[in-house]
């Protein structure tokens, strides 16, 4: 690949759920610039080299494939590709803090950083840094204290551009995002690099769904856009709760509130609860800004939408060991899905995690079963051997046990042989559908004992 018949340059640090894709698409979509994406993991970028991508991401690798040779090259070499950028997009993660002051809330920068004093030891001339991963807002500031007071003479301007991709429609949200937020200082410096960032975007996404902003506002949307999302789910998921005491349904509430236009029927699936990488997270984050202003009642306002969440995922556990007559020591029980939501293999902050936990800790011997996740959830449950078992074949996972539980909403559960299955399975068998996703009524009539979410649950009891 001739670099110098490129007329942009663009490096991506960070080749993750978010660096990946993004930079995939720009790459895809403009053949004109030259596309980086570097990362410190080496296995990560040796993996986005193939055809086994480091991620599972529905379409996804068909765009690599547009320009994987092409513009776009995935390397392990930071410090090389730094210089040669014009803009450099910075989409390393930055979990919340385990350690020390805002532990367990604020987020930890330290590879944030990090890259930024890379980017100074590495650059000699002027760069546009982009903030893609998510930060707390005010980050910029410190950004431009650590990039602009170097001795070399060269002038960093921090842009913010927070990506509002959904993993498992990553692809599709990239190719037609609602919205590119960018976001920048507003002096004459501020505003042309951030028409630079808007250039790169319009070349595919339609000029007025492309939004400018300070570079506050910008920052602090992306929180506030996952706080909203994260809050829509803890309100019908509380409701849920309410449901299930007064034979309302949730479902038929959720489609009767939805149908109101301006409330709107999307993300109003009442669940297991939500996991991913960014809700809780950014949501902590959001609290511990508030906190640190003094605006306790605002922190505690959001804080709440992480508690309902909790209390949603214990709630779920609650159930299934009510149900099963308060013991479920040595009963086998068969969760269905790991990953945080369907379409993915990612399992962070899953409700599966805490589930299984939770079930171990009462001695359930628990069988994990995912099209996708069963590697990352094996991760997250390293060093437990007990009462563990993993099983990619979910009539085998179902096999025997008293109990089956939906956690993720794969399209392949809802058209397994549940008579099938219902015949292998100890008696009396139970089915606790944290996704409503299954036909209840027809479980029911096999025989199974169902318990949904937010409806009334079907038994044979008397
Ligand atoms: C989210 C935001 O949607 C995205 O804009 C941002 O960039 C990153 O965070 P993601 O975490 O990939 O994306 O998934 P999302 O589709 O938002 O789902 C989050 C969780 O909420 C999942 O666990 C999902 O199962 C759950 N959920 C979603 C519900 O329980 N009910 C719903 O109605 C919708
Ligand atoms: P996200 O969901 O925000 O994309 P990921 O954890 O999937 O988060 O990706 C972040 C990536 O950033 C990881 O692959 C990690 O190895 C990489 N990373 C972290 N610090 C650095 C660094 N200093 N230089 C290059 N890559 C980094």
Same mark, same amino acid.
């Given at each position: ?104 809330? $604020? ?5 944030? %950083?990090? +890259? @930024?004093?890379?980017? !100074? *030891?590495?650059? =000699?001339?002027?760069? #546009? ?30 842009? $913010? ?5 959904? %993993?498992? +429609? @990553?692809?599709?949200? !990239? *190719?037609?995002? =609602?919205?590119?937020? #960018? ?52 309100? #019908? ?226």
């Amino acid at each position: 690949m001739e670099a110098q018949k490129f007329e942009k340059h663009i490096l991506c640090i960070g080749a993750g759920y978010v660096g990946g894709p993004t930079m995939a698409m720009i790459a895809a979509k403009c053949p004109q610039y030259l596309v980086t994406v570097v990362d410190i993991n080496s296995e990560k970028i040796k993996a986005w080299q193939t055809d086994e991508l480091p991620i599972y991401e529905p379409g996804l690798l068909d765009v690599v494939k547009i320009a994987r040779g092409r513009n776009l090259v995935f390397s392990t070499n930071v410090e090389e590709n730094i210089n040669k950028a014009d803009i450099i997009f910075v989409s390393v993660n930055t979990p919340t803090k385990t350690f020390g002051e805002g532990a367990g809330k $604020s987020a930890d920068l330290q590879y944030w %950083e990090k +890259t @930024a004093r890379d980017i !100074l *030891k590495f650059s =000699d001339s002027d760069k #546009i840094i982009v903030e893609k991963s998510t930060l707390p807002v005010r980050t910029a500031s410190a950004m431009e204290r650590i990039l602009n007071t170097n001795q070399k003479g060269i002038h960093f301007e921090v842009i $913010s551009n927070p990506e509002f991709l959904a %993993e498992g +429609t @990553a692809v599709a949200d !990239l *190719k037609s995002p =609602d919205r590119v937020l #960018i976001g920048s200082r507003e002096t004459e410096s501020g505003i042309k690099a951030r028409n630079e960032v808007v250039d790169v975007y319009a070349n595919w996404v339609p000029r007025e769904r492309i939004i400018t902003s300070n570079i506050w506002s910008s920052e602090l949307s992306k929180l506030v856009a996952n706080a909203f999302l994260a809050q829509r789910i803890s309100s #019908i998921n509380s409701i849920s709760a309410l449901c299930e005491q007064t034979e309302a349904d949730v479902s038929e509430v959720a489609n009767a509130v939805g149908q109101d236009t301006r409330i709107g029927n999307k993300f109003l699936n009442a669940s297991v609860g939500f996991g991913g990488s960014c809700f809780k997270k950014d949501i902590l984050n959001l609290v511990y800004i508030c906190e640190s202003y003094g605006l306790k009642e605002v922190a505690s306002y959001w804080e709440s939408v992480v508690r309902i969440n909790e209390y949603q995922e214990h709630r779920f556990v609650q159930t299934m060991m009510r149900a099963l007559f308060n013991t479920i020591a040595n009963k086998r029980i068969a969760l269905l899905g790991f990953a945080f939501k369907a379409n993915t293999g990612d399992t962070r902050e899953s409700p599966a995690i805490y589930i299984t936990q939770q079930l171990l800790e009462e001695q359930a011997h628990v069988v994990i079963t995912d099209p996708q996740a069963l590697n990352n959830a094996r991760h997250d449950l390293e060093g437990i051997t007990k009462n563990l078992e993993f099983e990619t074949d979910p009539y085998k996972a179902a096999e025997n046990a008293h109990a089956i539980a939906i956690i993720t909403e794969w399209e392949l559960y809802k058209k397994l042989d549940y008579k099938k299955i219902f015949e292998t399975m100890t008696k009396p068998a139970f089915i606790f559908d944290g996704r409503n996703i299954l036909d209840h009524q027809k479980l029911y009539e096999i025989g199974f004992n169902v318990y949904p979410i937010g409806k009334a649950a079907k038994t044979h009891f008397k």
